[in-house]
C-alpha cells in the first residue's frame, strides 16, 4: 500500500453532500476548489473528494439512497481576491447567486459570497481579514 497524505485540522474533519447529478457537481466543485486553490483528491465509482469534503451520487453506498437536504459550509480563502474568484467560478459553473461578494457584519473584516450549488447547498468562501495561523493544516500520514 502507498503512503497517503491527508491535510486536517481547518475546522472540520469532513462534509458529505449526496447529490442528484455527481457529474453536475464535480464540474462545479472542481472549478470552485481551483478558484480557491484546493486541489480535487480523487474519483471513484460514485463519488468524489478534495481535502475534507466527500461528494457522492444518490445511488452510492454511501449515500444510502437518500439526499441529504440543503446544507451550508464555507471555504476558506486566503484574501478577498480569492473570493471574488470563487463567486466568479461558482457562476461559470452552475452556481446560483446567493450573496455577491462583499463585507459581513459578522465580525470586522469578514468578506465572503455565497453561492447555491447545483442541489441548492449553500456554499460559501470566506476570507477573516488579517490572520496568522501557527500551521497551516495538520498533515496525517499512512
Do not use: C
Not at 490572520?131 to 498533515?139: G, L
Request: charged letters at 20%; zero cysteines.
Amino acid at each position: 500500500m502507498e503512503t497517503q497524505s491527508l491535510h486536517r485540522g481547518r475546522l472540520f474533519d469532513h462534509v458529505q453532500l449526496v447529490v442528484r447529478d455527481l457529474a453536475a457537481s464535480q464540474a462545479f466543485y472542481a472549478a470552485v476548489l481551483d478558484s480557491l486553490g484546493v486541489p480535487m483528491g480523487g474519483t471513484g465509482d460514485g463519488y468524489f473528494w478534495a481535502d475534507e469534503l466527500f461528494v457522492t451520487g444518490v445511488d452510492s453506498p454511501a449515500a444510502l439512497g437518500v439526499l441529504t437536504g440543503r446544507h451550508h459550509l464555507a471555504f476558506q480563502a486566503q484574501d478577498r481576491t480569492m473570493v471574488d474568484r470563487f463567486y466568479e467560478a461558482a457562476l461559470a459553473h452552475g452556481g446560483q447567486d446567493n450573496g455577491a461578494p462583499g463585507e459581513r457584519p459578522y465580525h470586522p473584516g469578514y468578506y465572503a459570497a455565497f453561492v447555491l450549488d447545483p442541489d441548492g447547498n449553500n456554499i460559501e468562501a470566506v476570507h477573516h481579514g488579517e490572520a496568522k495561523r501557527s500551521a497551516p493544516s495538520v498533515v496525517i500520514e499512512f
